[in-house]
């Protein structure tokens, strides 16, 4: 499936526990609980998502897949929802991150029946990965850069790397990843607003798709990532949170 045709707002599922929960500033423990991960993505595409975000949080910490059950089950559950009445070819697409630390895990994830993978700490310590998969599935990596304090962060935003977000975009994109997700973790899941000038760096240094995370608190703010070049957003707490609705917000990017 191609990659986000038109701008794209895109609810995400984080997963801890079995629950989905969203958390601030990327600590553990902070996490607010929104029940069972199943429910939730079907609520979404009940309200028009026509991508949904997995992210497996323990895995993303741990770096092991603690919340693999729960994820097949949305991925099943959801699998059968690509025949219903979402938009264009009827497909939902689904990407997941956290925990996936080798090429033969992405491989079995998409053939599972996701289409994305995304891939963050493993990318940035072995970037052959990327590539690896590329291979089998093309297209199918997102590579995750999450920047805190202008650098790219990984273990859990714990640690530096010392690179810089646009320049390690753009060598991802040299490795084969079909897309960047770019999240400014000082503004995450606090409602705060987006760093805007940060996104479209990011956008400029690459010609694949950058999805943008991290702060959304408005329809404003939504609005402003897709006139930053944003291929797509991706929204939690404010949904959960009831912000703003999917539909307003879809309905708001597409009139921007």
């Known amino acids: 499936m191609s990659h986000f045709p038109e701008f794209e707002v895109i609810p995400a599922v984080d997963v801890q526990d079995g629950e989905v929960v969203q958390l601030v500033g990327g600590e553990r423990g902070t996490g607010k609980r929104y029940g069972d991960p199943v429910e939730a ?6 309200a028009g998502a026509e991508t949904l975000h997995l992210v497996d949080l323990d895995g993303a910490f741990e770096g092991d897949r603690v919340n693999a059950d729960a994820i097949e089950a949305v991925v099943e559950t959801v699998g059968g929802a690509r025949d219903g009445d979402t938009d264009s070819d009827g497909a939902v697409g689904l990407q997941l991150g956290g925990g996936i630390r080798t090429a033969a895990d992405a491989r079995d994830l ?26 089998t599935h093309p297209d199918s990596v997102v590579v995750s850069l999450d920047a805190k304090d202008g650098e790219v962060v990984v273990s859990g935003w714990t640690e530096g790397t010392g690179l810089d977000p646009a320049e ?32 479209e760096n990011v956008v400029e240094a690459v010609d694949i798709p950058v999805i943008a995370s991290g702060g959304v608190a408005s329809i404003d703010d939504v609005v402003a990532l897709k006139a930053a070049g944003a291929a797509a957003v991706v929204v939690g707490t404010a949904l959960y949170e009831g912000a703003f609705t999917l539909r307003a917000a879809q309905a708001a990017a597409d009139d921007a």
């Open 41 to 46: 993505a079907e609520r979404w595409i009940d």
């Open 110 to 135: 998409l053939d599972l029946g996701l289409d994305r993978v995304i891939l963050g700490t493993a990318a940035v310590e072995s970037p052959e990965i990327v590539a690896a998969i590329d291979e």
């Open 168 to 199: 390690a975009a753009a060598r991802y994109e040299d490795l084969g990843a079909g897309a960047i997700l770019f999240t400014n973790v000082d503004v995450e899941g606090q409602l705060a607003g987006i760093d805007r000038t940060a996104v």
